[in-house]
Nanobody, 125 residues
């Protein structure tokens, strides 16, 4: 069992930055995959970025060059640094955990076993 708690969401103007955190607890395996996903009202949940336990990452085309995923293993925390934010980035952001390893992670929500409650990000024009 893995528990995930996101934090760091808020409101920011277009062009601004936010740093989201996802604190993981429970049984953390040597090999795993974690990802960030977002869902806007009335829309499907989409993958933002992911990482495997080796640190290899995968990003959606819409956020490449703007968002960066990192890990702090000592704190069992996953981060999403979001720069140059746009109004279309507005969504509920959730982190997810997958026990079985996939190189670079996965942007497919169905690949994940555990989910956090989400944190809201709002970007104004």
């Amino acid at each position: 069992q893995v528990q995930l708690v996101e934090s760091g969401g808020g409101s920011v103007q277009s062009g601004g930055s936010l740093r989201l955190s996802c604190a993981a607890s429970g049984i953390i395996d040597r090999w795993y995959v974690m990802g960030w996903f977002r869902q806007a009202p009335g829309k499907e949940r989409l993958g933002v970025g992911s990482t495997d336990s080796d640190g290899s990452t995968t990003y959606a085309d819409s956020v490449k060059g703007r968002f960066t995923i990192s890990q702090d293993n000592a704190k069992n925390t996953l981060y999403l640094q979001m720069n140059s934010l746009k109004p279309e980035d507005t969504a509920m952001y959730s982190c997810a955990f997958r026990r079985r390893w996939i190189r670079g992670g996965s942007l497919e929500p169905t690949m994940y076993d555990y989910w956090g409650q989400g944190t809201q990000v709002t970007v104004s024009s």
